[in-house]
């Protein structure tokens, strides 16, 4: 059973810096992307941030600039360094590693990380 663990969050002023870091319990085979995803309450789960195993990376409009993913491929972790911070980007943060084999992908989650953002 993969288990994702983040950790990093907290509470930090408008203008401060945060990193988070998602590791795996096991090692994780046939990875096609890690990210991250955020849900700020009364609002649904949105991508912030992915990175796929050849490296390539993407982020939603509102962080570009601003944050910043990366992966360790040997320890099957992932981090998202988060600069600038608003208080819009206060929301609980998930990890997530997507696997593909074959047509068949499987999402795995962690159980997420409280962000706040003070203005």
């Known amino acids: 059973q993969v288990q994702l663990v983040e950790s990093g969050g907290g509470m930090v002023q408008a203008g401060g810096s945060l990193r988070l870091s998602c590791a795996a319990s096991?090692?994780?085979?046939?990875?096609?992307?890690m990210g991250w995803y955020r849900q700020a309450p009364g609002k649904q789960r949105e991508l912030v941030a992915f990175?796929?195993?050849?490296?390539?990376?993407d982020y939603s409009d509102s962080v570009k600039g601003r944050f910043t993913i990366s992966r360790d491929n040997a320890k099957n972790m992932v981090y998202l360094r988060m600069n600038s911070l608003k208080p819009e980007d206060t929301a609980v943060y998930y990890c997530?590693?997507?696997?593909?084999?074959?047509?068949?992908?499987?999402?795995?989650w962690g159980q997420g990380t409280q962000v706040t953002v003070s203005s």
């Open positions: 096991t090692r994780i085979f046939n990875i096609n992307a």
């Open positions: 997530n590693v997507e696997t593909l084999v074959g047509h068949t992908r499987v999402h795995y």
């Open positions: 990175i796929t195993s050849d490296g390539t990376t």
